[in-house]
């Protein structure tokens, strides 16, 4: 099985310094984006592959392919699981993948959206994940970059 060394919910996925500065900090040598949208749009993929560090592969799998890959191709890889929303992480939870922590870094805003932590948006189902995927004991938090202090979901709550 693949070692999860980090979950991330970043509806940019793959993007400039900070996507270098977390695989350089969780020393991740893989990201496997989940996400059935992305996982059939191989122009979009091409260009995330462009943007990757050296030394460090791309992979995008299905929500369905993801715990497949993490236990079979995933072997050996320090693997870097980003996601856009953390309805993603609540079904690969439902599929047993161990996914102990999730950081949260990047949910824009949009219509449905109502602002949870600073420039971090979520619905009231995206919400309802994230709360809980707490109570199943996963280590939600907010940190939008590796040089932020983590906050934890439980402290946002008691502010909104």
Excluded: C
Aim: zero cysteines; aromatic letters at 4%; charged letters at 25%.
């Amino acid at each position: 099985m693949g070692n999860i060394v980090y979950t991330r919910i970043d509806d940019r996925l793959v993007h400039g310094q900070v996507m270098t500065a977390w695989v350089q900090v969780t020393k991740a040598n893989e990201v496997l984006i989940v996400d059935d949208d992305v996982a059939k749009d191989t122009f979009l993929q091409m260009v995330m592959k462009s943007a990757m560090p050296n030394k460090v592969s791309l992979k995008v799998v299905t929500i369905n392919e993801a715990k497949d890959y993490i236990e079979n191709q995933g072997k050996g890889k320090n693997i870097f699981i980003l996601v856009k929303t953390p309805l993603t992480v609540e079904r690969l939870h439902e599929q047993e993948v161990n996914i102990q922590s999730l950081g949260v870094g990047g949910m824009g805003a949009r219509e449905d959206r109502m602002t949870l932590y600073r420039n971090i948006s979520a619905s009231d189902e995206e919400k309802r994940a994230l709360i809980r995927l707490n109570e199943l004991g996963v280590d939600v938090f907010f940190q939008v970059t590796p040089d932020n202090t983590k906050v934890r979901l439980s402290n946002v709550l008691k502010g909104a």
